[in-house]
Structures are given as structure tokens and as C-alpha cells.
């Protein structure tokens, strides 16, 4: 996910108007490119008793993996595709308090210090709206920050906040530790999948690593704004952290939305399209969306990790052997210029990845 790239094949963006500072002024009337009829269609299942799986990283990183640990891994990533990680010990709780301590500094910030890190016309890097191809497309209600984060080389520090002072140098120490604990569950998930471990995180050795850290202001009109429209996320592995309190992810499952409840000092793990095709359909990327609250703003840090260049993006071959190929194979390139000319839409970039049956 490189901004160049991303410039060269989606010809530039139209500005879109920061949500925070439009939040800030509204008087209750909110513009229509926002507005979201069809969300009262939606059903939203509210039962506290249907949570996505916790996993405990202690017992999968005992001698060969606590046996009861790992079927429930592979079961949730076979049947989930999202789940929450508890006692990752690779992130330091204190790593982990200071970059949300940043982002909620940031996110206090003038607009004025803020939009000098403002997302430019040909990139993908910086501070404000999601990138808007056309004037007919409904924007989401919320802001964020996005910075690609490995490899190092490629960072454009220009968009690297320097208020507050740590922000860069917790963002790097952050950024480091996140790729030991996807290192593992990679390694882990590809036992599960009864193919070779180091093969399988070698395909994400030397890998993009980038951040979407979302603000979502509260909106009086909540239940018909959208603070990110749903999708599947099309890289390898997302780990969320929540920064406060407040709730606004949902999943979809068997048509329905299920609000997910943050355990404390958990990550939020789900499986991205590209795994879901290198495991040819074994593990599932699946539907998300973002609501937002009436009266409280709502922050995330999400982590997004993908395969290095020069990968093919496909069913592993080790997987293909009992029911033939599922899904196309194509260069990561090329796979990269296919989902970024598409808006988000559910499922529909994997679903195109997807061969005749």
C-alpha cells in the first residue's frame, strides 16, 4: 500500500472537509453526503451471550502450543475471522498505554497543527478523510491519521506528527513490537493449516506494516451517519487496540451485525483478504463496519500487516491438493492496483478474486 502506486492508478482525490472540525461546528444538520438511509435496515443483534473468541498468546506460546489453545485459534479464524488476543507479552502494556496517551494528545490538537500533516491529493500518508474518487460517494464520520510504518525506508516522516514530542518515537517503538506478535500468530495459524511455519512468515518477512488511527466524533444523528462504511480489510492481518471506552465496531455475521465489546489491553485480530486467499478459503476476511456514538467521540489504532513485494497473492499450492484452487493468483502488485480502484463494499474485491466454481 504505497502512495505512489495508489497515485498512479486512482489519478489523485477530491478534498473532503475534516469530520472532527465539522462535528465541532455543527448545528445538528448533517450534510447529506453523510446521510445513510438504509442503515435502519440493518438488524443489530444485542446479545451479550455472542462475543468473538478470546485467545490466550501465553498458552499458544507454550512448548508446541496448548492443544485446547490452537483448535480454538483455528476455529476462529475458520469460523470468526476475527478475535480478541489477550496476555500478548511480544507488546509492553507500557508501549501500548503510551501510544494511545499520543493519539488522544494528537487528536486534541488546534485543526490548524493538525492539518500540517494533511493527506495531499496523490497519497495515501497524513492526516484527514478517506481518500473520495467521486462527488456521489457517501463519507464516513470520521478522521483519521494514516502512516505506513515498515519498511522503514519508505516512511514519509513529513507526516509524522512532532506534537506531542514522543508521538514518533512511540509510533516506531509500537510499530516494532506489533510485528513480533504477527510474526507468531502467522507461524501459528500456518501449523493450524498443516503447512510450514517459517515458509508461510517468510512470505511477510520484510513486509508493509501500516497505521489507520481513527477519530470518530460523536454525531447527534448517529443511528444515520456511519463512522466507516463496512468491508473487509484486503491485507494480511489487522491488529486493533481501542484507545477509550467507547464501542462502535460490529461484524457481520449471517446477515446480521454484531457489536463487539473490547476486553481491556486486548488486541482486536481479524484475518484480511489476502489470507483468506493464500489459505484458499480455509480462513475467512470478514464484513466490518464502524457506528458512532451521540455524545462521545471514539478512537482506534489499527495495524495493518501484509506480505512483502514480489509475493504471489494466491491459494498456497500445499492447499490446492484435495479441492483445486479457489481463488485467482496474481502478483502483489497487481493485486494492489485491483483493490485500490475499488471503494469499499463489503467483500466484493475478494469476491471478484474469487474462480468459477
Not at 495531499?120 to 473520495?132: A, C, E, F, S
Not at 460490529?250 to 486467499?277: S, T, Y
Amino acid at each position: 500500500m504505497v502512495g505512489e502506486e495508489m497515485s498512479r492508478e486512482l489519478g489523485g482525490s477530491i478534498p473532503v472537509a475534516n469530520v472532527q472540525a465539522l462535528a465541532s461546528s455543527c448545528s445538528g444538520d448533517i450534510p447529506l453526503r453523510y446521510l445513510r438511509p438504509d442503515l435502519q435496515s440493518e438488524e443489530v443483534l444485542v446479545d451479550d451471550t455472542l462475543q468473538i473468541p478470546t485467545i490466550d498468546m501465553r498458552k499458544l506460546m507454550v512448548d508446541d502450543g496448548d492443544d485446547d489453545e490452537m483448535g480454538k485459534l483455528h476455529s476462529a479464524c475458520k469460523e470468526w475471522g476475527f478475535f480478541q488476543l489477550i496476555n500478548h507479552d511480544g507488546v509492553a502494556e507500557e508501549v501500548m498505554e503510551k501510544m494511545k496517551a499520543d493519539v488522544e494528545e494528537f487528536f486534541k490538537l488546534p485543526q490548524k497543527e493538525k492539518n500540517q500533516y494533511a493527506k495531499q491529493p496523490t497519497g495515501v500518508d497524513g492526516y484527514g478523510q478517506n481518500l473520495d474518487l467521486s462527488e456521489e460517494r457517501k463519507l464516513d464520520w470520521a478522521d483519521m491519521l494514516f502512516l505506513q510504518t515498515l519498511p522503514i525506508p519508505e516512511r514519509k516522516m513529513g507526516f509524522w506528527p512532532q506534537q506531542p514530542t514522543s508521538f514518533r518515537e512511540t509510533l516506531d517503538k509500537y510499530s516494532l513490537e506489533l510485528v513480533t506478535v504477527s510474526k507468531c500468530l502467522l507461524k501459528l495459524m500456518a501449523k493450524n493449516l498443516t503447512i510450514n511455519p517459517e515458509q508461510f512468515a517468510n512470505m511477510f518477512e520484510d513486509g508493509r506494516q501500516s497505521f489507520r488511527i481513527n477519530y470518530y466524533p460523536p454525531c447527534e444523528q448517529a443511528s444515520k451517519v456511519l463512522g466507516f462504511t463496512p468491508h473487509s480489510d484486503f491485507g494480511g492481518l489487522t491488529l486493533l487496540v481501542q484507545v477509550n471506552e467507547v464501542q462502535g465496531l460490529q461484524i457481520k455475521r449471517n446477515g446480521k451485525w454484531i457489536p463487539i465489546r473490547p476486553l481491556p489491553g486486548a488486541f482486536i485480530v481479524n484475518i484480511g483478504d489476502v489470507i483468506e486467499i493464500l489459505s484458499n478459503g480455509e480462513y475467512k476476511s470478514i464484513e466490518h463496519r464502524v457506528v458512532v456514538d451521540p455524545e462521545k467521540e471514539r478512537l482506534s489504532i489499527a495495524a495493518f500487516y501484509s506480505p512483502c513485494d514480489g509475493t504471489i497473492i494466491g491459494p498456497l499450492p500445499e492447499l490446492t491438493k484435495e479441492n483445486g484452487a479457489k481463488y485467482k493468483s496474481v502478483s502483489r502488485d497487481e493485486y494492489i492496483k485491483y483493490v485500490l480502484t475499488r471503494k469499499p463494499d463489503g467483500k466484493s474485491s475478494v469476491n471478484l478474486m474469487k474462480l468459477e466454481s
